[in-house]
Each structure stands twice: as C-alpha cells, then as structure tokens.
C-alpha cells in the first residue's frame, strides 16, 4: 500500500508518515493516545479556544500589530524632522550671563568701559600699562533673525515630502498586513479542513481494519491483509495527530500578527467560498499604489534637495542683534548696550563641495527613479501570473470535485466487492488513499485560489492619498 500524503498550504510541510504494524490493537492504541496527549493541538489539551472571523483578525492586527507601531514611529520622527525646519522663519533668541575677571591692559580698560564707570584717573599711563584684576559680569539676550536663505527653504520643502514618504509607507505597512493576516487566516482554514478530511478517512479506516481483523479472526483473509489496515490506520491517525498539531500552529502564527499570546485555538468557518474572475481581471496595478508613491515621493524630495543645493551658490540675508548688562557685581545691572545689524554673506567657493553634492544628489534621483521603473515591471509580472494562477487553479477545482466524486464511487464499490471477497484489501486501502489524496487536493486548490485573490487585491491596492 502506499504511503498518504500531507500538503497544507505554504507553511505546512508534505509528510509522508508511514508506521511498523503492532502485534496487539490495544497496545496500539495506548500509544497513540499517549502520543497525542503529548503532541496534539493546545485545542484539545486546554479550553483556550475563541471565535474569530476575518474582519476580527484584520482589525486586532492593525491595531496591535508591532510592524503597524514601528511605521507609525517612523512617521512621527519625519513630521518631527519637518517641524524643525521652522527654524528657516523663526527667529533663535540665546541668553548668557558671563563672569570674567582680567588684568590685561586692553581688556581690563574695556570692561571699565563696557560699565560705563570711567574716571579721569583711569587715563593715567600707570594705570592703563599696569591696571589691577579688574572683574566683568556681562548678562546678555542674543537674536538671529533669518530673512532670506533659499537653500534652506527648499530643504523645507524636502522635509515635508518626506515625511509624506513615511506616510505611504505606513499605508503599504498596513496592506502588507492584512493580505498576511488574511494568508494566516486561510491557512488555519485549510489545516482545519484537513482535519475533517483525515477524521472522515480515520472513520473509514477503522470499519476497514474492523472488517479485516473479523474475517481474519475467522480464517477467511490472511494475516498480510490485516497488517496493511494496521498499518494504513497507523498512517491515518499520525497524519490527523500532525494536522491538529498543524492547528495550533495556524493559530499561534495568527495570534502573533494581532499581536496577542500564543496558545489560543481560533474557531474559524472553514467554508471556502469561490468567486467568479470577472472583477479580479478587471483590475490593474495603477500609479497610485502605496509603494510607487513612496518612491515617488522621494524622487521629489531628492529634486528639492538638488535645487537647494543649487541655492546655496545664493547670497544669504540674516538680521541679528543683542541686548546686554556689564557691571562689577553679578547682580549688578549698572550699564546696559545692544546692538543690532544685517548680515549678507555669499560663499562664493567650497573647493568644488557643492558641485560634487548636487552631481551625487542627481545619481541617487535618478537610482530612485529606476527602482521605481524596476518595481512596476516587476509587480505587473506578478500581476499577469496570479490571473494565470487564478485561471488554472479554477480549473484545478472543477477537476478535483469531479476526481473526488469518482474516487468515492471507486471506493464504494470495491468496498462492496471486498465485502463479497472479491477484491483484495491492498485494493480498497488504495482507492481509499486515492480518495483521501482527491480531498486534500481540493482543499489546497480552495486554499489557493483565495490566497491569489487576496494576493491579487494587494498588488492592485490604491490609496487615496
């Protein structure tokens, strides 16, 4: 007999389980139930199973999910790089208070000076060669005003482009989940169902091996026929024990993306529910997806970055101004002094610094615009190649049920020639795997159809942005 195959979905491995026959039906199943006690699904082994629907998985990810937090945190960190650029309007206002002390000729006659606490007998030559320690505590409020800075403004502009940059990259975030939400989601759908099919084959197992071990005890088979019903139950009962394993392992991986605690078992319909192709081949992958406007975007801002470079060969036009205490005491406040101004200041050569800047500004611009060019080819590839998918697995499923309805009805009636002794069980333990192979295909195919319309619809997202 030949060896049942397991294939649930992406994340789950095919298994080919075979087992040695035991001398013994109880023996056997006192292994199994140990077996399972130990390895099956937290389903069973605790009540920690919940209800889920789609929507509810969906919208605990968006929330939860640490993906969906970390984009959000990048976003705030670009809106806060843009509010610092405020600084290209508002004015920067500094405050000091200075304690200095001196019996340097020059400066010690200043500080007298900046006091405003000159006297006649400071004139003598004794005292301006050689004065004292003469002590200054100045207290002092700085403005810069900026007036005209071009190069910054346009930095500005770049600032805020990119922090649009995060926001669709926030918005791709948000798409990424939820076709992996829904990806998990089918999955723990598709090891349900072949659950249910391994349960239905166990049962038709069991009446098989039930029917074997009678006529054997009777004389009527040989023993090789009951040792391969032993040994197809064995297989059935590992691979249902593995796929309730497989269960748990849905849920855990489910239970991550909404960013709960592993362990629940979600109860989920297990109904695939097939749509016609009408609107999936309607759709097309447009310009104003998420991720192509993120690249474009910084296409954008890498162009304000260019030209503010190219402003920075521009004059700049600044005010400033300050306003200050000098007295002998630190509490002192004996003469006050300000002192304002404009400022134009040109660099008229950085040594080739900017020319060199703005030539590797226009690389990364155009680097950009090829990784755009590059994704669009890409994800119309992979759009073209889902339709495909969707088409072939559509017929896949038409010739699955039919393959299903012709593998029962093979199987019906070599049971009944068994019955009647005229096949051996070597024939109805086959048209039985057959049978069982023939679910499990449909179940696949079910789960790969809707994860290529899922997969179809994330590829065409569009944002309204």
């Known amino acids: 007999m030949l060896p049942t195959t397991i294939c649930i979905g992406n994340s789950f491995a095919g298994n080919k ?10 023996s056997r199943v006192l292994i199994l139930v140990f077996t399972m006690s130990i390895l099956s699904s937290k389903c069973l082994a605790q009540d920690s199973s919940k209800n889920l629907t789609l929507h ?43 304690g200095m002390g001196t019996n340097d000729p020059l400066n010690a006659f200043g500080y007298v000076l900046e006091q405003r606490s000159i006297k ?149 319909d297990t109904t695939f529910e097939s749509a016609g192709l009408a609107t999936d081949s309607a759709h097309t992958i447009g310009s104003k997806r998420s991720d192509f406007m993120a690249i474009q975007k910084a296409i954008e801002a890498s162009e304000m970055m260019i030209k503010s470079s190219q402003m920075s060969y521009l004059p700049r036009l600044n005010a ?27 660099d008229i050569f950085k040594g080739n610094k900017t020319k060199n800047t703005i030539t590797i500004q226009n690389l990364e611009r155009d680097k950009l615009s090829e990784q755009l060019a590059q994704q669009r080819e890409q994800s119309q590839l992979e759009f073209n190649k889902a339709l495909r998918d969707l088409l072939d697995v559509s017929f896949e499923i038409a010739q699955d049920k039919t393959a299903i309805e012709q593998a029962a009805e093979s199987l019906r009636i070599l049971q009944n020639r068994y019955q009647q002794g005229l096949v051996n069980t070597t024939d109805v333990l086959m048209a039985q795997s057959q049978l069982l192979q023939q679910k499990f295909a449909l179940a696949q195919a079910g789960f790969t159809m809707n994860l290529t319309r899922y997969y179809l619809k994330f590829l065409t997202a569009t944002t309204n942005k």
């Open 17 to 26: 389980i075979g087992m040695n026959c035991k001398c013994y039906r109880f």
């Open 56 to 98: 509810e998985a969906i919208e605990a990810a968006l929330v939860n999910n640490r993906d969906i937090h970390l984009a959000a945190m990048d976003e705030h960190i670009a809106a806060g790089n843009y509010k610092q650029t405020e600084a290209v309007f508002l004015p920067q206002v500094d405050f000091s208070l200075t």
């Open 120 to 268: 006649q007998n400071d004139f003598s030559p004794l005292l301006l060669n050689h004065p004292a320690g003469t002590g200054d505590f100045m207290t002092k409020i700085e403005l810069q005003q900026p007036i005209v800075n071009m190069d910054m403004l346009y930095q500005r502009k770049a600032a805020r482009i990119k922090a649009e940059v995060y926001q669709y990259k926030t918005q791709r975030t948000i798409e990424y989940l939820t076709f992996e939400v829904q990806k998990a989601y089918l999955q723990l759908q598709l090891a349900n169902n072949a659950v249910k099919v391994l349960e239905g084959a166990l049962a038709t197992a069991n009446a098989v091996y039930t029917y074997t071990n009678n006529h054997f005890q009777q004389g009527l088979i040989q023993k090789s026929d009951l040792l391969n019903a032993q040994v197809h139950l064995n297989t059935v009962e590992t691979n249902l024990n593995k796929a309730k394993g497989n269960v748990q392992n849905a849920s855990d991986y489910l239970s991550l993306l909404m960013g709960a605690k592993a362990g629940t078992c979600y109860k989920i």
């Open 320 to 346: 400033f101004g300050n306003y200050q205490y000098n007295d002998s005491r630190v509490t002192g406040f004996r003469a006050n002094s300000y002192l304002v101004g404009v400022q134009l200041s040109w």
